[in-house]
């Protein structure tokens, strides 16, 4: 089948690149250092807590499970983030890339639909990218169970939803790719990613200062880029509700989760723009 | 994953006497206010070798991605192997090499074959058998196992060559095969068409090479802005338009004018021998002046037609108003 082959042909080439090798290395010194960090945070609170009980005057101490649960949230924060970098990475250039350079002169007049070419390409990254963000998050799990001794709820939720994320980007650098050159589409999708992020913020901060105004230009920018709202989402469900509450509105997570429809809409955004990368590469001139 | 075996056409194989295995009719493209190509109306027998010749931008590449699927027409329509353009089983049986090939050099040369081998549907076995075959004809079987990233351009070029006939194909276009060639590879290539020829295979073949253009079609079409300026046989063109020249004993003004109804006379030279330089549109029309000339008893010591080369058409054909640079 046409689509398996390019699926495959992506990821190998993917995984072939030198540049695996850098992600490799860094992501396991990320972990190393989240490691790192998590034992002396849990040493810190472990005295912290000791010496406030210590003092009856001193405030109420928040739980250690409402601590370490912001400890998981910025560790997964963190592979959101260079999930999403990477994804954008991956993507930019592989239809422009290809076309610019010739590559798919050779591959288009094979009995093959060029719906295929893209459909494999996707398949492909989103293999690897899938991959990718469940050892990230069970690095982060692992972590915090042996070093912090603290589970996480729903992780297997939050990990789809870190995986939709990525996959609203690919849909999203896929589309950009069919469309425009390389470099034009990279400025372009950053540019996007930019604005989820920055919406996601003055949603966050819209809450906490009670502006609707606010509230609805994070909306907005859900709408147009779904990628930070299906993020906070995976935040609030990687968190017991205590924490949430404790902790309040704040740039990692949120404390008003997206809705299911919210879900939807993103499933359905990153289909959307699937088929249109199909379409706009079934009529473009190579 | 299911693959299919090459070795039999998934579709009803065309006479090759009832249709032609190329047919372009009215192909047109534009980009713009553009005109690339402009009315192209042609075709290739089955088994033929097809040169496709023309100066800088006059739409070559442009016709070859039409036909090749990388490039929609404007207007007009195309047929390969009697299907229209896009048919998945008629690709099936095609190979194309591009001219500006490029391909995913991380890859081995038996690696990216293998690749095409199973774009094409071929089965394992099949790959298995052929791919040994074209690394072979190509004379790559040496570097198989290196990296394309490590090949020269010319070891790029024939790995391209090797991919286009794979799926031993009824119908290749080679668009600039030999452009990264030395001459002992240019050889080689020319060997490769002859022996695809004598296969009973279609070339079409895109090459600025004039002279193996020459050497290895049985017709030429030669397109400038977008149309077709010239097509015929080789024979039949280079006999076009001959220039010849009389050598004649005593010839009188009235029989030189009545020559000149038959051929454009150029200049005459009177001597001990009169020289009459003349343009010929036809080699029978050169038979005819020597026919009228010995009719008027005029002495004919020498005819003398000049040989043309291919280049010659081509220049004459192409447009001499061509803008510069292209």
């Given at each position: 089948?046409?689509?398996?082959i390019?699926a495959r042909l992506?990821?190998r080439?993917a ?10 290395v860094?992501s396991?010194?990320?972990i ?9 945070f849990r040493d ?12 009856p005057?001193?405030g109420p101490?928040?739980?250690y499970?409402?601590?370490?649960s912001?400890m998981v949230?910025?560790?997964l924060?963190t ?5 999403g970098?990477?994804t954008?990475f991956?993507?930019?250039?592989t239809?422009?890339?290809?076309i610019?350079?010739?590559t798919?002169?050779?591959i288009?007049p094979?009995p ?6 893209i459909?494999?390409?996707y ?6 990218l899938?991959i990718?963000i469940a050892?990230?998050?069970?690095g982060?799990?692992?972590?915090s ?5 603290y589970?996480?709820?729903h992780?297997?939720?939050g990990?789809?939803?870190v995986?939709l994320?990525?996959?609203?980007l690919?849909?999203?650098?896929m589309?950009?790719?069919?469309l425009?050159?390389?470099?034009t589409?990279?400025i372009?999708v950053?540019?996007?990613?930019g ?6 913020l ?7 200062l009670n502006?609707n105004?606010m509230?609805h230009i994070?909306i907005?920018?859900?709408?147009l ?9 995976a935040?609030y469900?990687?968190q ?8 309040g ?6 404390t ?6 919210a ?6 955004y990153c289909i959307?723009?699937l ?11 190579l | 994953?299911s ?10 194989v065309?006479d090759?006497?009832a249709?032609?295995?190329?047919e ?13 190509v ?7 027998d089955f088994?033929?070798?097809f ?5 800088n ?7 070859i991605?039409?036909?090749m699927g ?10 390969l192997?009697?299907?229209?353009l896009?048919?998945r089983?008629a690709?099936r049986q ?7 090939f490029?391909?995913?050099?991380w890859l081995?040369g038996t ?10 549907g ?13 690394l072979?004809?190509v004379?790559?079987s040496?570097?198989?196992?290196k990296?394309i990233?490590?090949y020269?351009k010319?070891?790029?070029?024939r790995?391209?060559?090797a991919?286009s ?7 290749v276009f080679?668009?600039e ?9 240019r050889?080689?290539v020319r060997a490769?068409l ?9 070339v ?8 193996e ?12 802005h ?6 015929g046989?080789?024979e039949?063109?280079l006999a ?5 020249e009389?050598?004649l004993?005593?010839v009188t003004p ?10 454009r006379i150029?200049q005459v030279v009177s001597?001990p ?5 003349a ?7 050169v038979a005819?002046a ?8 005029v002495p ?9 080369s291919?280049?010659?058409v ?10 510069p640079?292209?």
């Amino acid at each position: 089948m046409n689509v398996a082959i390019i699926a495959r042909l992506t990821l190998r080439e993917a995984l072939r690149r030198k540049v695996i090798l850098g992600v490799v290395v860094l992501s396991v010194a990320f972990i190393a250092l989240y490691a790192l960090g998590f034992h002396y945070f849990r040493d810190n609170y472990i005295s912290l807590a000791a010496r406030r009980a210590a003092r009856p005057d001193a405030g109420p101490t928040p739980s250690y499970s409402t601590s370490a649960s912001a400890m998981v949230l910025l560790g997964l924060y963190t592979v959101n983030f260079l999930t999403g970098i990477m994804t954008i990475f991956a993507a930019v250039g592989t239809v422009a890339g290809e076309i610019e350079s010739g590559t798919l002169d050779a591959i288009v007049p094979k009995p093959i639909g060029r719906w295929q070419i893209i459909a494999g390409k996707y398949i492909g990254f989103a293999i690897m990218l899938s991959i990718y963000i469940a050892l990230m998050v069970a690095g982060v799990a692992l972590t915090s169970h042996v070093v912090g001794h603290y589970a996480p709820p729903h992780l297997v939720h939050g990990t789809l939803l870190v995986i939709l994320v990525s996959m609203i980007l690919l849909s999203l650098t896929m589309l950009g790719s069919t469309l425009f050159s390389t470099m034009t589409n990279g400025i372009i999708v950053f540019m996007l990613y930019g604005v989820a992020v920055t919406g996601g913020l003055v949603e966050q901060l819209g809450t906490a200062l009670n502006s609707n105004t606010m509230v609805h230009i994070g909306i907005g920018s859900s709408i147009l880029l779904p990628s930070d709202s299906m993020w906070r989402l995976a935040s609030y469900v990687v968190q017991p509700s205590l924490a949430i509450s404790f902790i309040g509105p704040n740039p990692l997570g949120t404390t008003v989760p997206p809705s299911e429809l919210a879900v939807r809409y993103s499933i359905v955004y990153c289909i959307a723009l699937l088929v249109g990368s199909m379409v706009l590469f079934q009529r473009r001139d190579l | 994953m299911s693959e299919t075996v090459l070795e039999s056409p998934d579709f009803d194989v065309v006479d090759p006497l009832a249709e032609p295995a190329i047919e372009l009719n009215s192909l047109r493209k534009v980009y713009g206010n553009k005109v690339v190509v402009d009315d192209l109306t042609l075709s290739v027998d089955f088994g033929e070798v097809f040169g496709f010749l023309g100066p800088n931008g006059a739409g070559k590449t442009t016709s070859i991605k039409m036909l090749m699927g990388l490039v929609y027409p404007t207007s007009g329509s195309a047929r390969l192997l009697g299907r229209p353009l896009g048919d998945r089983a008629a690709r099936r049986q095609i190979g194309f090499l591009p001219e500006l090939f490029r391909f995913h050099e991380w890859l081995t040369g038996t690696e990216f074959l293998d690749l095409h081998g199973q774009l094409y549907g071929m089965s394992r076995a099949a790959r298995a058998k052929r791919i040994p075959e074209v690394l072979a004809l190509v004379d790559l079987s040496a570097e198989a196992r290196k990296k394309i990233r490590t090949y020269s351009k010319g070891m790029q070029q024939r790995i391209g060559l090797a991919q286009s006939l794979l799926n031993s194909p009824r119908l290749v276009f080679l668009d600039e095969p030999t452009s990264a060639l030395d001459p002992l590879g240019r050889r080689d290539v020319r060997a490769i068409l002859s022996r695809l020829h004598s296969e009973g295979v279609t070339v079409f073949l895109n090459s600025h090479l004039l002279s193996e253009v020459e050497m290895s079609s049985d017709r030429v079409a030669i397109i400038d802005h977008g149309r077709v300026a010239a097509i015929g046989r080789i024979e039949d063109l280079l006999a076009r338009d001959l220039t010849v020249e009389f050598r004649l004993g005593p010839v009188t003004p009235e029989t030189i004018a009545e020559l000149g109804t038959l051929l454009r006379i150029e200049q005459v030279v009177s001597g001990p021998h009169t020289l009459i330089t003349a343009r010929a549109p036809s080699e029978e029309l050169v038979a005819q002046a020597v026919d009228l000339l010995s009719r008027r008893q005029v002495p004919v010591y020498g005819v003398m037609p000049e040989r043309r080369s291919l280049e010659d058409v081509f220049v004459d054909v192409v447009s001499p108003e061509r803008e510069p640079g292209r």
